[in-house]
């Protein structure tokens, strides 16, 4: 069984840089059988995709966050992280890692609990 | 950018069928996933590639995609299944999802 854990701050200030963790367990984030995601969910609201990266450093991003956001994968760790630059409030949100075998039919076989961050001075 | 729409709710006797849609533009031309999430928890994958149900989701849960119009159907339906329902397609190298369907058992 696959596992993922959200961590990171759960205040971050306005214009600041949202940083999150996802570790995982159950599986080696390298072994090229995964694509690993970040999507998150603001208070009372859907679901919103942010980007997923492939072990080879391939990333897919969500336009409307492009310029903002970055995925990367430490593999000897095994963990891949989030990083979102000039937050707002708008940005609150709870984040969850997922992770998937296809992407193109789907992103998430396995999500995280998610974690809330606030963003709020 | 694509769009996914999804009607606000849907209402369901207990044991009765319901059926809750995704729609998009040549929709049917791309697979469509659906999530099942109940209140402060994690999304769970109940439907992918239009039709086949990941290990654990019960037979009830059930696809289909064509045209513009993707369903989800959940035939007797539970208490169990009151929750919100997300369906979600890939799109020019982007995940896109619907806007969710609140699912009312009563």
């Known amino acids: 069984q696959l596992y993922l854990q959200e961590s990171g701050p759960g205040l971050v200030k306005p214009s600041e840089t949202l940083s999150l963790t996802c570790t995982v367990s159950?599986?080696?984030?390298?072994?090229?059988?995964?694509?690993w995601g970040w999507i998150r969910q603001p208070p009372g609201k859907g679901l919103e995709w942010i980007g997923t990266?492939?072990?080879?450093?391939?990333?897919y991003y969500n336009p409307s966050l492009k310029s903002r956001i970055s995925i990367s994968i430490d593999t000897s760790k095994n963990h891949f992280s989030l990083r979102l630059t000039s937050v707002t409030a708008a940005d609150t949100a709870v984040y969850y890692c997922?992770?998937?075998?296809?992407?193109?039919?789907?992103?998430?076989?396995?999500w995280g609990q998610g974690t809330l961050v606030t963003v709020s001075s | 950018s694509y769009e996914l729409t999804q009607p606000p709710s849907v209402s369901v006797s207990p044991g009765q069928t319901a059926s809750i849609t995704c729609s998009g533009d040549k929709l049917g031309d791309k697979y469509v996933s659906w999530y099942q999430q109940k209140p402060g928890q994690s999304p769970l994958l109940v439907m992918y590639e239009d039709t086949k149900r990941p290990s654990g989701i019960p037979e009830r849960f059930s696809g289909s995609n064509s045209g513009n119009t993707a369903t989800l159907t959940i035939s007797g339906t539970q208490a169990m299944d009151e929750a919100d329902y997300y369906c979600q397609a890939w799109d020019s190298s982007t995940v896109v999802f619907g806007g969710g369907t609140k699912l009312t058992v009563l």
């Open positions: 990266i492939f072990y080879s450093g391939n990333t």
């Open positions: 159950g599986a080696s984030i390298s072994s090229g059988t995964y694509y």
């Open positions: 997922a992770t998937t075998s296809d992407i193109v039919t789907k992103v998430g076989d396995y």
